[in-house]
């Protein structure tokens, strides 16, 4: 489709709109029509004109070999308020779209990755009653979204209030899975392909770490959560894992810390081993993520393991002791319906975890899912939103609250994750590092550390190598790096 943006800077908004609606077309964005366009090919125009004093939003969307168009007229003074004017351009075009499509997504016209960012700060404006009316008023967010947002951004708040101009997390990276899932679009390599990289790897990393924990130091930096992520973590041996705890436990203050992640993630890699290691150096929290708790489906996206194994892995940590146990799972997997995820859930629900994890399927381009796979959704994902309302009716009712939230791009149905916990079992570190209100000092491949300025809503961040394999041949420049975390700190100082 083409997209002709003229006379106003929202083409990135206007983009991300059309792709909500039309989630699989390639958007040309184009700043003047050329007279070449085929009739059949979709054309939205947007446009804003200074008239008479005033100003002239258009909308048209021509599309099917119809067109529809929409158009007003609204004071200047419009420009004076932030982003006024792309919002109102965005609603007249989420509305042609609605109409021609049949359907209305249930974000309305929110793109963005973190929606309750947006009402913290209309709350903060208005009021918390007036910014509720305005997310479903203003931004076409349905009263079941809108109720969502409000419930989550009320239980993050209790974390973020312990958050402390010098509190820091570390994140710990280990991007290494046993197979790489069809929908994965993370830097991970499988096993097979990095098995003689990894014992390099962790010495590289252990040495990271040291250095990140002397940075901390030197700055008097207060440790609040650990988590180590992936990947999957347990893809390492019971040894280099021993290698890797013992790291982060004698260099890093974590008996001080309120929670200690370990994703154990893909239930074939949880074994007594593995699992003893964790307990001995004291994790609280470990996360085991069966996606789906129906065999045809974990086949569908090449997970290689069973719901068997994700029941009995589940067990086994439970027997060890582990007393907060975290599962994700994915709404609107390729083969599940309805149906086979009620299934997931009641199956779920019966293990009892402390928290889950909801996500919807983001059918990234990097990802192994190919077209024919995506022609299975329908734009408007109509499973996987009742998957996720059957999620929420039954999550509350079993006692789990929403206390994280976010979305990315190309998500079924421009949908949402959601993580949802029992009271006292929200993980910290999943609020710190989606709120973007406190420093996350990150070591190893693909790791992001992102340094929070305590006095402004600055956020610098600083970028390890992606690859396992940069990262181990250029590691000294990783060092080097973790040396800017001072500089920056520094310069906020000042
Ligand atoms: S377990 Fe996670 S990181 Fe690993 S391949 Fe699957 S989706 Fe990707």
């Not at 995506?374 to 939103?385: I, K, L, N, Q, V």
């Not at 961040?461 to 790096?481: D, Q």
């Amino acid at each position: 489709m083409i997209l002709l943006v003229d006379g106003h800077p929202y083409h990135y908004e206007m983009e991300n709109l059309c792709r909500v609606f039309l989630p699989y077309e390639e958007i040309k964005t184009v700043y003047e029509k050329k007279a070449d366009t085929p009739e059949s090919e979709t054309v939205v125009y947007t446009g804003i004109e200074q008239q008479d004093g005033q100003l002239r939003l258009s909308v048209r969307l021509h599309m099917g070999g119809q067109m529809e168009k929409s158009e007003q007229t609204v004071p200047l003074s419009v420009l004076d308020e932030e982003k006024e004017a792309e919002r109102l351009l965005a609603v007249m075009l989420f509305e042609l779209f609605a109409q021609r499509c049949g359907y209305r997504p249930k974000w309305g016209i929110l793109t963005g990755v973190r929606p309750i960012k947006l009402l913290r700060r209309l709350a903060e404006q208005m009021g918390l009653e007036q910014a509720i009316q305005h997310f479903q008023s203003g931004f076409l967010v349905t009263p079941q979204k809108t109720k969502l947002s409000a419930i989550t951004m009320d239980n993050e708040q209790t974390i973020l209030c312990r958050s402390r101009a010098e509190s820091y997390s570390l994140y710990v990276s280990i991007p290494f899975c046993p197979t790489r899932c069809a929908y994965c679009s993370f830097v991970s390599q499988s096993v097979d392909k990095a098995v003689r990289l990894m014992p390099e790897y962790v010495d590289l990393l252990c040495k990271e770490l040291i250095c990140t924990a002397q940075v901390a130091e030197e700055l008097g930096l207060n440790l609040e959560s650990v988590y180590i992520g992936g990947g999957t973590p347990t893809t390492l041996s019971p040894e280099q894992l021993r290698q890797l705890l013992s790291t982060v436990c004698t260099y890093f203050p974590v008996l001080s810390c309120r929670e200690f992640t370990v994703e154990a993630g893909r239930p074939d890699t949880v074994t007594p081993e593995r699992l003893q290691v964790l307990k001995e150096f004291g994790v609280t929290r470990i996360s085991i993520n069966p996606q789906t708790m129906n065999d045809n489906v974990l086949e569908n996206i090449g997970r290689r393991h069973t719901t068997e194994q994700t029941i009995s892995a589940f067990r086994l940590a439970r027997s060890m002791g582990f007393d907060n146990i975290n599962m994700d799972l994915i709404a609107g997997l390729p083969g599940d319906t309805v149906s086979s995820y009620r299934n997931t859930l009641k199956q779920v629900l019966l293990l009892d975890p402390e928290s889950v994890t909801v996500h919807t399927l983001a059918l990234k381009r990097s990802s192994r899912l190919n077209q024919s796979e995506r022609d299975g959704f329908s734009p408007d994902a109509g499973g996987a939103s009742q998957m996720l309302d059957e999620t929420a009716e039954k999550l509350f009712a079993a006692g789990f609250e929403p206390y994280y939230l976010y979305r990315q791009s190309r998500m079924v149905g421009n949908l949402e994750n959601t993580g949802w916990a029992k009271p006292g079992y929200y993980s910290d570190y999943n609020v710190y590092i989606m709120d973007e209100t406190h420093t996350i000092l990150a070591c190893g491949a693909g790791a992001v550390s992102k340094i929070k300025d305590p006095n402004s809503d600055t956020l610098r961040r600083i970028f390890n190598f992606k690859f396992p394999y940069e990262y181990v041949s250029r590691h000294e420049e990783m060092i080097l790096r973790k040396k800017q975390v001072k500089e920056l700190y520094e310069l906020f100082r000042e």
